[in-house]
Antibody
């Protein structure tokens, strides 16, 4: 069955970086785009960016340009999201998400990871 | 960027009620709209895509309608499992979400 399994919770100090992983299984990893979405405590959902696991191309929301890097490892079917220069406002649950019916960039998300809580605190 | 505005932010209702949530886009998105349900501590769950298509396994009491800039999610008869937060998402361009509507027990 399809699974997106994310890495565990992280606690970081302001100014540090965090790298969250999302390991995919149960489908052809390189055929479907992967997105990252975050959710601050008690807040809504915010799209961060997208990676094409096949070629590695990325597109990021303007808000995160220069601070976020998304990469992938096809040998382990894993995508990574690294966010740098962390501040308290980056405290959030970070999700990876994909759509396995469409191979286009713009899709709704029918599969989600379980989420990774990143806490930024001094 | 396309902005999505949901209303209301909070909705108090009773089991058996008919519930309607509205989502407005800042520009036309054709029918490229999805609805999600999220419960505390869980990832969102896709309910509706392409404005009115029911995701597999989702109860038929959920329905979506609309096109262009105005959309609605309707729950025909609210069940205890439906108390949750609902989000719309446009995917005409890379997706942005509404701010959410919390459906709580009246």
């Amino acid at each position: 069955q399809v699974q997106l399994v994310q890495s565990g919770a992280e606690v970081k100090k302001p100014g540090a970086s965090v790298k969250v992983s999302c390991k995919a299984s149960g489908y052809t990893f390189t055929s479907y785009y992967m997105h990252w979405v975050r959710q601050a405590p008690g807040q809504g959902l915010e799209w961060m960016g997208i990676i094409n696991p096949s070629g590695g191309s990325t597109s990021y929301a303007q808000k995160f340009q220069g601070r976020v890097t998304m990469t992938r490892d096809t040998s382990t079917s894993t995508v990574y999201m690294e966010l740098s220069s962390l501040r308290s406002e980056d405290t959030a649950v970070y999700y990876c998400a994909t759509n396995l019916r469409e191979t286009t960039v713009t899709t709704p998300f029918d599969y989600w990871g379980q989420g990774t809580l990143v806490t930024v605190s001094s | 960027d396309i902005q999505m505005t949901q209303s209301p932010s909070t909705l108090s209702a009773s089991v058996g009620d008919r519930v309607t949530i509205t989502c407005r886009a800042s520009q036309s998105i054709s029918s490229w709209l999805a609805w999600y349900q999220q419960k505390p501590g869980k990832a969102p769950k896709l309910l509706i895509y392409k404005a009115s298509s029911l995701e597999s396994g989702v109860p038929s009491r959920f329905s979506g309608s609309g096109s262009g800039t105005e959309f609605t999610l309707t729950i025909s008869s609210l069940q205890p499992d439906d108390f949750a937060t609902y989000y719309c998402q446009q995917y005409n361009s890379i997706g942005t979400f509404g701010q959410g509507t919390k459906v709580e027990i009246k």
